[in-house]
Structure formats: C-alpha cells, structure tokens
C-alpha cells in the first residue's frame, strides 16, 4: 500500500524566515510527486509535478525537489499570504487505478508578519 | 477559462435522505476524480471516470454511494440514505490525462 507521510505537521515562521518541508514515501513504481496548496474552505491548489530523483521546480518563493525517497518543500523568505496547508501527494502503479493520488496528512504553514 | 466547478458548494440532508453532488471537468479534461476529506483527516480517493466509464472505485464505499459521468453534462456523485459518518468534503477534479488533477472548491455535506 502506498504511504505518504508529511512533516512537520505544522510550522510556523517569521516573516522571511526560510524553511522547508518534507514528504517521505514508500510506493511501488512512481509515477509522479505532487504538491498542492490548500487554504482554509478551498480545494487544493496545484503546485508541482516531479517525475524522478534529482528533478527541481521552482515558483516564485518556492522550490520542489525529489530523491528516491521524499521530497522537500523549501521556502525562500516567506511571507504571511504563504500561510497555508501544503499537500503532497503520490501518484504510483501502472494499472487504471495509477491515476488515483495519496495524498499525506499535510503541513500546517503560518507566516506571522 | 473556467476552472472545476462543484455544486452546491453547501448541501445539508437529514438522515437517511439522498445528497447529490455535481462537478463539471475544466474544458478539455476527460478524466474526473472524486476524493473526500472527513473533519480531521486528508484527502481520500474514491472513484476516477471517464466519459460512461468507470475506471476506478477501490476507494468509493460498497453501499450507498454511487458515482457517474455522463455523455453530456456533469459528472454526479450520488449517496443514498446519508448518515452523520457522511458528513464531509466532497472534492471533484479533473484532468486532461495522464497528468495534475486540478481541484474544483468543494461541496461541504452536512448531514444532520
């Protein structure tokens, strides 16, 4: 069963106080990584897709990496209305059933001005 | 261009009525998903469809929750004879392929 795991379950910085969060998971056969944002009453807000180990993106204060085995988050000089819940999730497998996501629990981010 | 449209965005039943939840895919998306979000807990996958198919229902409940995406129109997310353990959120999203799912807003079910 694929597993996803996130931390910290929440974080809070200063306003311009770099950080990053991770997602550790156990997959066979991943097909992709991907990052949301969600902010409170919303859906999830895409962010990122990554495919293999050693991929970068990058948008606007945030970076996304991948190895084998998680996948990290970074945050540049954040500011408050970066406070959000950011999810990550897997896509693995190779049947029909590869589209489904599993997603982590989520990190709770507040950026206090 | 548009994005995922859900509604209602708020629905309350009583125990033991029907709730039907609506999504309308972003224009050129054939693939819609259904995921929920019970109070305190992360997103769970239920059902992927494609047009008068589904493909995948691993996570959807044996009983009582039914889903379908027509040749035309929205795809329905259909629960029968709700219970309080329904209440929920109910996310909708779509995508184009093999590729992100982009998330509509929600319909909050509230069953009372």
């Known amino acids: 069963e694929d597993q996803v795991t996130q931390s910290p379950e929440a974080l809070r910085l200063q306003e311009g106080e770099s950080s990053s969060l991770n997602c550790s998971y156990t997959?066979?056969?991943?097909?992709?990584l991907f990052w949301y944002r969600q902010d409170p009453g919303k859906g999830p807000e895409f962010l990122f897709t990554l495919y293999s180990a050693g991929e970068e993106k990058e948008k606007e204060r945030l970076k996304a990496t991948l190895t084998k085995k998680e996948s990290f988050l970074h945050i540049t000089a954040p500011k408050p209305e970066d406070s959000a819940t950011y999810l990550c999730?897997?896509?693995?497998?190779?049947?029909?059933?590869?589209?489904?996501?599993?997603f982590g629990s989520g990190t709770q981010l507040t950026v206090l001005p | 261009n548009a994005g995922v449209m859900q509604n209602p965005r708020h629905l309350v039943r009583r125990r033991g009525q029907e709730a039907r939840l609506r999504c309308s895919p972003m224009?050129?998306?054939?693939?819609v998903y259904w995921y929920r979000q019970l109070p305190e807990e992360g997103l769970k996958f239920m059902v992927y469809?494609?047009?008068?198919?589904?493909?995948?229902e691993s996570g959807m409940p044996k009983e009582r929750f039914s889903a379908e995406f027509p040749k035309e129109g929205p795809s329905i997310l259909r629960i029968q004879q709700v219970v309080r353990g329904d209440s929920a959120a109910y996310f909708c999203?779509?995508?184009?392929?093999?590729?992100?799912?982009?998330f509509g807003p929600g319909t909050r079910l509230t069953v009372t």
């Open positions: 224009k050129g998306h054939s693939h």
């Open positions: 469809l494609q047009k008068e198919n589904i493909i995948d």
């Open positions: 997959v066979s056969g991943l097909r992709g």
């Open positions: 999203a779509s995508s184009p392929g093999f590729a992100e799912q982009y």
């Open positions: 999730a897997v896509q693995a497998g190779s049947s029909g059933s590869a589209r489904q996501l599993t």
